[in-house]
């Protein structure tokens, strides 16, 4: 690459502006100043990760007048959340550059343009079929066939807004426009964390073994006990889909493995939880590959130098931090919310094996 097309990289002291103030914008903070830079939080609600970035917008995706200031005071957005409204995003895009970009966060945004672009790059995913309303369900469960699973298109996390479907009659509604997929018999679930520099580099950690309970990703496992084969191909896949997505930054991509291969879950366009474990296994984690991808500066040495076992603290597991903190080779995070609610991730320990 010549010095003409090489991209310009950030200098010290620029802003990086991050859509959402969850855990993530945290940790994204903490990693952007780490690298000399600010960062500027947008959130509507509350915000643990104004408490660590150099400037905080408490404001809706609908103020013009917030989004318009918040643009004027960074140099680059990027966004922890991927279902920022795409009025919001206009507005941003005509005024700052977005890592990553609007194409890879519409595919994202909607399960099924996410399983017309997988399928359209010849990857492999669960049989699926779009359905509108309650009435179209039947035909849908016909065609796919059960077990299957409704999932509503949008907005969609952590195993909400998802039925299964066990029997024809069934005539659960999800009360949105959803996608109806076929069951996959997975032998285990896998994610690949992958970084696209504004160069195209492409770097990937080594893919990790998730264990979700109640829809809620619980722990992530490195290595993973897959055979190599299994991982090299996770990893071919995900360097596939972030180069067609010319896409900058990190992403993460969750997989399932079965005995005919693998097939894509979905993707995020976002750091990913199930990469929380790279702050103790890596040189450079997640969080720092994504602001030095959207900062314009060579990605980092991603290589794993230990094995690694995440486990979020969720609800009342917050309860268990002082016997944690006693522990051995172990890195508690905490995300400093309010009150532990049911299924409200509250922190995550890393505990090297
Ligand atoms: P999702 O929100 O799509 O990531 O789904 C949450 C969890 O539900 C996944 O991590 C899987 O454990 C399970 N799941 C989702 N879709 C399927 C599927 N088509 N077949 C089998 N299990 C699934």
């Given at each position: 690459m010549t010095d003409a097309t090489k991209p310009a990289a950030l200098p010290a002291g620029a802003t990086i502006g991050i859509l959402g103030g969850g855990q993530l914008g945290r940790m994204l903070s903490v990693a952007a100043s780490r690298l000399g830079f600010r960062s500027h939080i947008y959130e509507p609600g509350a915000a643990?990760?104004?408490?660590?970035?150099?400037?905080?917008?408490?404001?809706?995706?609908?103020?013009?007048?917030?989004?318009?200031?918040?643009?004027?005071?960074?140099?680059?957005?990027?966004y922890e959340f991927e279902n920022v409204p795409t009025s919001a995003l206009d507005l941003l895009e005509s005024l700052r550059p977005i890592h990553p970009n609007r194409r890879a966060l519409a595919v994202s945004q909607d399960r099924i343009t996410e399983k017309d672009f997988l399928s359209g790059i010849g990857l492999t995913t669960a049989p699926y079929v779009a359905v509108d309303d309650a009435s179209g369900l039947a035909d849908a469960v016909a065609a796919v066939g059960v077990p299957s699973i409704l999932k509503t298109r949008r907005m969609g996390y952590d195993g909400k807004g998802q039925i299964r479907i066990n029997d024809a009659g069934q005539s659960d509604w999800t009360d949105a426009p959803s996608v109806l997929e076929g069951f996959v018999d997975f032998s285990a679930e896998i994610s690949v964390i992958v970084a696209r520099g504004q160069d195209g580099q492409v770097s990937a950690f080594d893919?990790?073994?998730?264990?979700?309970?109640?829809?809620?990703?619980?722990?992530?496992?490195?290595?993973?006990?897959?055979?190599?084969?299994?991982?090299?191909?996770?990893?071919?896949?995900?360097?596939?889909?972030?180069?067609?997505?010319?896409?900058?930054?990190?992403?993460?991509?969750?997989?399932?493995?079965?005995?005919?291969?693998?097939?894509?879950?979905?993707?995020?366009?976002?750091?990913?939880?199930?990469?929380?474990?790279?702050?103790?296994?890596?040189?450079?984690?997640?969080?720092?590959?994504?602001i030095r991808a959207v900062a314009g500066l060579p990605l980092g040495d991603g290589g794993r130098y230990a094995d690694v076992e995440m486990t979020n603290l969720i609800g009342d597991d917050i309860d268990r931090v002082p016997a944690l903190l006693a522990q051995p080779k172990t890195q508690i995070h905490l995300y400093g919310k309010g009150a532990p609610r049911p299924g409200r991730k509250m922190g995550h320990v890393n505990k090297v094996l």
């Open positions: 643990p990760a104004g408490d660590v970035a150099h400037q905080v917008t408490n404001a809706p995706y609908e103020d013009e007048a917030a989004l318009r200031a918040f643009a004027a005071s960074v140099d680059v957005v990027t893919p990790g073994l998730n264990v979700h309970r109640e829809g809620i990703l619980r722990t992530t496992t490195v290595p993973s006990g897959q055979p190599s084969s299994v991982l090299t191909d996770a990893v071919l896949i995900a360097a596939r889909i972030v180069n067609a997505l010319d896409y900058v930054g990190v992403m993460g991509v969750e997989l399932f493995v079965t005995p005919k291969g693998l097939v894509v879950n979905e993707i995020a366009p976002r750091v990913h939880n199930s990469g929380h474990w790279t702050q103790a296994g890596c040189a450079v984690d997640q969080f720092e590959q994504h």
